[in-house]
């Protein structure tokens, strides 16, 4: 079993920046993909960046390419989401996630992962 615990969200003004942290406990492996959702009232969870633990390839939806960056620290079993320039459209719970298995399915569907945070809310005001 695989807990997994963020931290980082808040409010900030549109333009603004916040870094959002993922720490995974339990059976980790070198083999997990971990990723980022995001959930808005009203609307589907979304995949928004995930990086592969066993080369540190990222990959990004294409409405954040260019404003935010996964990146992880290994030793740590930790993930994080900087996210600058922030837009009101960005307001939403963010969610990390672990895809156990990197090399089947894909990364970009939320039924593609087998662990879940509980959400970190990302308010962005105009």
């Known amino acids: 079993q695989v807990q997994l615990v963020e931290s980082g969200g808040g409010l900030v003004q549109a333009g603004g920046s916040l870094r959002l942290s993922c720490a995974a406990s339990g059976r980790t492996s070198s083999s997990y993909v971990m990723g980022w959702f995001r959930q808005a009232p009203g609307k589907e969870r979304e995949f928004v960046a995930a990086i592969r633990w066993s080369d540190d390839n990222t990959y990004y939806a294409n409405f954040v390419k260019g404003r935010f960056t996964i990146s992880g620290d290994n030793a740590k079993n930790t993930v994080y989401l900087q996210m600058n320039r922030l837009r009101p459209e960005d307001t939403a719970v963010y969610y990390c996630?672990?895809?156990?298995?990197?090399?089947?399915?894909?990364?970009?569907?939320?039924?593609?992962?087998?662990?879940w945070g509980q959400g970190s809310q990302v308010t962005v005001s105009s």
């Open positions: 996630a672990i895809k156990k298995v990197y090399c089947t399915g894909s990364y970009y569907y939320p039924d593609d992962y087998d662990y």
